[in-house]
Every structure is written in C-alpha cells, then in structure tokens.
C-alpha cells in the first residue's frame, strides 16, 4: 500500500515565477491537506481540501491556490513566488477531518 | 488562540539514558492530540493519536501520555537511531487544520 507521494522532490524558482505542487494521497483517503514547513519551525496549516472543494484555509494570501481531483489527488499553486515562499511543502491526507493524518516526504521550494 | 509549546527545543541523551519531552497546548474542545516523528528533509512519521486526558500509547521506547494541559514523550533506554525532531500538534474546535508546535531536536550519542 503506498502512502502520500509527493512530486517533484526538489524545485528551484525565481521571485515572481509560478510553481505547482502535487500530491496523491495515502489508499481511501478522501481530505488532503498542505502545510509549509520553514526551517527549525512546525508545519503551518495552508489549506484542507474535501469532495473537490477547499473546506478551510490558514493564515495564507491569495497566492497560494489549489486543487483536488475527482480520484483526490491534489495541486498546490504559488503564484508571484517570494524569496519568503522557500519552505518543505508537506501534503498530508487522512480519511477524514478527526483522524490522523499522514505525511508525504514533501516538496524542498527554493527561491532565488 | 489554539497554541502549542513543546519543552526542550533540543536534548542530548547518551544511549540508554531515559527522558521525556513535553508538549503543553492551549485549544478549544480538543479533538485529537498527535505526536510525529521527523528526520532531516523528510515529511513527519505519525506516532500516537490520544484524544482524552489520562490515555496512553506505547510503541517499542516510546510513550505518550495526556493531560488536560499537556502531553509527555516518555523514551526509555533510547537509542541512537531515536535521533529525530519530534513534533507535537493538536486539532481542536470546529477547525481541521493540525497545530504544531516547533519540535524537540533528540541527539542519543552511543
């Protein structure tokens, strides 16, 4: 049984470039969630999709957008990139809003 | 504001050297409180869910423990592949998102 895979491992951007992230959740779960994780710090909540829909939202700007597909897979997009936006960008997916979640191995986002 | 405090930022143990590590959070109508395990560049490996004060998990050297204001890592006789962050985070009230806190950094020198 995989778990949550992640793509692409590593990214290299440049300020104002766009970037998309994927994720394909652990078998029969149907929430992702993504958080950022900067350096030395705890993963921040970015936002929680279900059933297609973004069902809550941290702290983030509109920059960060995303998506979830029919089979639950998911997409992080970060437009207008940020020197700031470097971070590990974990997709996490549980079966449900009460349950465990589970973590993907991340995508390391470096900004130039 | 939901918060989560975890105590020490880092500890060195010398293998065989049994310690804790301590989480202490603040949140409205707790619904779950997760430990994970983290190793440098990788995404947090889940541990224990406890959801009401006075439970416990047990996994090989490893135990948590609830209160109704804080949670213990109880590691006994740690080895040096126990080396890891260890991160804390709570999900409470109407909310789905996972609170962190910063992590323990676990150094266990053989």
């Known amino acids: 049984d995989a778990g949550v895979t992640q793509s692409p491992t590593h990214l290299i951007k440049t300020r104002g470039q766009q970037v998309t992230l994927r994720c394909s959740p652990k078998?029969?779960?149907?929430?992702v969630s993504w958080y950022q994780q900067a350096l030395g710090q705890g993963p921040q909540f970015i936002f929680q999709y279900y059933e297609e829909e973004e069902r809550q939202r941290g702290n983030f700007p509109d920059r960060f957008s995303g998506h979830q597909f029919p089979n639950y897979s998911s997409e992080l997009n970060v437009n207008a990139l940020l020197l700031g936006d470097s971070a590990l960008y974990l997709c996490?997916?549980?079966?449900?809003?009460?349950?465990?979640?589970?973590f993907g191995p991340g995508t390391r986002l470096t900004v130039l | 504001e939901d918060q989560v405090t975890q105590s020490p930022e880092a500890l060195r143990l010398q293998e065989g050297e049994s310690s804790s590590l301590n989480c202490s959070y603040t949140?409205?109508?707790?619904?779950?409180l997760f430990w994970y395990r983290q190793d440098p560049g990788k995404g947090p490996e889940f541990l224990f869910t406890l959801y009401s004060a006075g439970e416990e998990k047990e996994k090989e050297r490893l135990k948590a423990t609830l209160t109704k204001k804080e949670s213990f890592l109880h590691i006994t006789a740690p080895k040096p592949e126990d080396s890891a962050t260890y991160l804390c985070?709570?999900?409470?009230?109407?909310?789905?998102?996972?609170?962190f806190g910063t992590g323990t950094l676990l150094a266990v020198q053989p």
């Open positions: 996490a997916s549980s079966p449900d809003a009460n349950n465990e979640q589970f």
């Open positions: 078998s029969g779960h149907d929430t």
């Open positions: 949140v409205s109508g707790l619904r779950g």
């Open positions: 985070a709570v999900l409470g009230g109407a909310t789905n998102k996972l609170i």
